[in-house]
C-alpha cells in the first residue's frame, strides 16, 4: 500500500480510504422502521471487506451519520472492534442540515460515539456544506467553535469539512479559519472545473491543509463508461480498466491527500487496493494524460445540448433554472445514466425553477450565444427528467 502526508498533520494514510456510503445491501429488509430505514446492510460482508482492506494497509475509514438511514456507522462500528479500531483513522461527518442550535451538535456528535463504539473521532468534519450551510448553519450557530470546543474536550482530534458548491465558496471556507485540518472535495477527471475543481484542490493544499478527494468515479459513471470510452483505453494496450485510469490519474497529483471508495463488493475491494499499490506521482505519462484528455472530449461530445453555462439566458421571467437544467440532462447523456439525473432534478431542484414552467416567451433565445431553441427544449428535457 502506498502512503501519503496528510496534510500538515504529521502522519501518514493509505492512498485508498475505504468509503462506507455504498455497503453491501438486501433491499429485501428494507423496510421503514419509525423516522428511518431499518438496517438492510448486510453486514457479515461489510465487516468482511473492511477487515480485508485494512488487513492490506488501508488505514482510513469514512462514514457519516446520515448513510444507510444512520447504520453505516453502526457497522463501522462493529467493524473496528478486535483491535482494528486501533489500526485506522476513523472519520465521520456532522449533518450540519439537522443543527436547529448550537447544542444540537453535540448531541449528535455524542450519538455518533456511540454508534462507532469509540471514545474519539480521529478527522471530524462538517458535511457537505455549501453557501446556504456555510451561512445559515455553521456561521448561524458558531458550528466552528462548536468543533474546536470538541477538538479541545478530545472527542475529536482533526477538524475539516466536506464540500459541493462552486470555488468562490470554497476558498471562502478554507480562507475563513486557519484551524482547518483538511477538507473533502468531489473530484475526478470530469470535474476539473465543477465545485472546487483543480484550482481548488491547489489552493487548499497550498494552505497546508489536506485534500480528500470523494467521488473519484463519479457516483461509478467513470467505472462504467459508454462503448466509445472503453474502446479508447482498450486501443492502449493497457490492461487497466477504466476505473484504475480515473483513480491513478487521481493519484499522480500531489496535492491529492487521500481517495475515498465506496464499496459495494470484495473484487471491488481487490481491485481498488491493486489499483493503489501500483499508484505513485508521477506514475502517469505525457501519453496517459493524453488518453485522459481524449477520453473526457469523447464523453464532452456525448452532451445533446450545446449549452456553455454563460448564463446569458439568466434571469428567466418565469425563473426557470435553463443552465441547471440543461446541464442535468445533458450528465444524463454523457453518462447514459437517466436514473441519476432523474433522481436529482426531483430532490434538488426547487419545484419553481423546473422547465415545465417555461412559458415560451423566448427572452432567453434572442441572447443565447448557442443559438438554442430553449423554447422547444425545455418540455422535452422536463419529461426526460420526470420520466413522462
Not at 492512498?15 to 421503514?32: H, I, Q, S
Not at 464523453?299 to 418565469?318: D, G, M, N, V
Not at 425563473?319 to 454523457?334: A, K, T
Request: hydrophobic share 35%.
Amino acid at each position: 500500500m502506498q502512503y501519503r502526508n496528510f496534510g500538515q498533520c504529521g502522519f501518514q494514510v493509505s492512498a485508498l480510504g475505504f468509503g462506507t456510503m455504498r455497503f453491501p445491501t438486501d433491499d429485501k429488509v428494507n423496510e421503514r422502521v419509525g423516522d428511518r430505514f431499518s438496517n438492510n446492510i448486510v453486514e457479515p460482508e461489510a465487516i468482511r471487506m473492511i477487515r480485508y482492506a485494512i488487513d492490506q494497509g488501508v488505514n482510513y475509514i469514512d462514514t457519516a451519520y446520515g448513510y444507510h438511514g444512520g447504520f453505516s456507522e453502526v457497522v463501522t462500528g462493529k467493524a473496528l472492534k478486535d483491535g482494528y479500531r486501533e489500526k485506522v483513522f476513523l472519520a465521520t461527518k456532522s449533518p450540519v442540515w439537522l443543527v436547529e442550535k448550537p447544542e444540537d451538535f453535540d448531541r449528535i456528535l455524542d450519538e455518533q460515539l456511540e454508534r462507532l463504539q469509540t471514545d474519539v473521532i480521529d478527522c471530524y468534519m462538517l458535511h457537505s456544506l455549501s453557501r446556504d450551510t456555510w451561512q445559515n448553519k455553521v456561521l448561524k450557530h458558531n458550528l466552528i467553535d462548536k468543533g474546536e470546543a470538541a477538538r479541545k474536550a478530545g472527542k475529536i482530534r482533526y477538524f475539516g469539512f466536506s464540500f459541493h458548491d462552486n470555488l468562490d465558496t470554497f476558498k471562502e471556507i478554507v480562507d475563513h479559519h486557519d484551524k482547518w485540518d483538511f477538507c473533502q472535495i468531489q473530484y475526478n477527471y470530469m470535474d476539473t472545473e465543477n465545485q472546487a475543481g483543480t484550482e481548488g484542490l491547489k489552493y487548499a493544499a497550498s494552505k497546508g491543509l489536506a485534500v480528500i478527494i470523494m467521488e473519484p468515479l463519479l457516483g461509478g459513471r467513470l467505472a462504467n463508461p459508454p462503448r466509445e470510452v472503453i474502446d479508447i483505453f482498450e486501443a492502449t494496450g493497457k490492461k487497466d480498466s477504466a476505473a484504475s485510469w480515473a483513480l491513478k490519474w487521481l493519484w499522480d497529483q500531489p496535492e491529492v491527500s487521500l481517495v475515498l471508495s465506496g464499496m459495494s463488493n470484495m473484487q471491488q475491494v481487490k481491485e481498488n487496493i491493486q489499483t493503489a499499490n501500483d499508484s505513485g506521482i508521477g506514475l502517469f505519462s505525457k501519453e496517459d494524460f493524453e488518453i485522459i484528455a481524449k477520453v473526457r472530449a469523447c464523453f464532452e461530445a456525448r452532451a445533446t445540448i450545446p449549452c456553455t453555462k454563460c448564463r446569458y439566458c439568466i434571469p428567466c421571467p418565469s425563473n426557470v433554472d435553463i443552465p441547471g437544467i440543461f446541464e442535468l440532462y445533458n450528465e444524463s447523456v454523457i453518462y447514459d445514466d437517466p436514473q441519476t439525473s432523474q433522481n436529482s432534478y426531483k430532490h434538488f431542484f426547487d419545484e419553481d425553477t423546473k422547465a415545465n414552467l417555461c412559458i415560451g416567451c423566448k427572452v432567453c433565445e434572442e441572447v443565447c450565444p448557442q443559438h438554442i431553441p430553449i423554447s422547444e427544449w425545455m418540455p422535452k428535457v422536463h419529461a426526460a427528467l420526470t420520466e413522462e
